[in-house]
C-alpha cells in the first residue's frame, strides 16, 4: 500500500496541469483523496469547508455559535430544554468520545447537589461546576462547554427553580445519549 501512496501524488502531480482549467478533477480525484490531504494547497479552500462537517478544527468553528444554552428560557420553557438536550447529545457523538458511564457519574452529582439543603445548595453547585471543568479538560469533552456555562449562570441565579431545570436537562442528556 505505501508503494500506492507514493505512486498516486507522482501521477497526480503530472495531471496538475491540466486539470486546473475546466476543474476536471472532481470525477478523478474521487479514489485518490488521500493525496488530496497529503498536498493541502490548491484544495485548501475545500478542505476547510468539509472541515466544517466532521474535520477537528471545523468543528471548534460550529461549536461556538448554538451552545449558549439560556437559563431563563431554560427555566420557563420545557420545549427549549429538550431541545438543549438533543442539541448537546448531537454535539456530543461528533466531537467527543466520551463514556455513557462518565455523564452518568456527573448526573449522580447533579442529582444530589439539587437534594441538599438550601443553605448548602449553592456550594455543591459550585463544587460541581469545578467536577465538570476537571471532566471535560481531562476526557476532552469539549461539547459539554455549553453545560459549564449554564452551570455558573445557575449558581449565579441561586434559584430552586434553575437547579431543578438544570437537573432536568442533564437527564434529557443521559436518556438521549443511551
Known sequence: ???????EPRNQEGRREGRG?????????????????????????????????????????RFEGPPEIDIEKLI??????????????????????????????LYNAVRRAVRA???ERQQQFVMLRARLAYTIARHSLRSLDSLEKLLLQVT???DAKGYERFRDLFEAIVAYNE
Request: hydrophobic residues 15%; glycine residues 30%; aromatic residues 2%.
Open 1 to 7: 500500500m505505501a508503494e500506492t501512496t507514493q505512486q
Open 156 to 158: 449565579r441565579k441561586n
Open 117 to 119: 439543603p438550601e443553605s
Open 21 to 61: 482549467a475546466p476543474g476536471g478533477g472532481g470525477p478523478g480525484g474521487g479514489g485518490p483523496g488521500g493525496g488530496r490531504e497529503g498536498r493541502g494547497g490548491p484544495h485548501g479552500d475545500r478542505r476547510e469547508g468539509r472541515g466544517d462537517r466532521g474535520g477537528g478544527g471545523g468543528d471548534r468553528g
Open 76 to 105: 420557563s420553557d420545557p420545549l427549549y430544554l429538550d431541545n438543549q438536550a438533543h442539541g448537546v447529545v448531537s454535539r456530543m457523538r461528533d466531537m467527543d468520545s466520551g463514556t455513557k458511564s462518565q455523564l452518568r457519574r
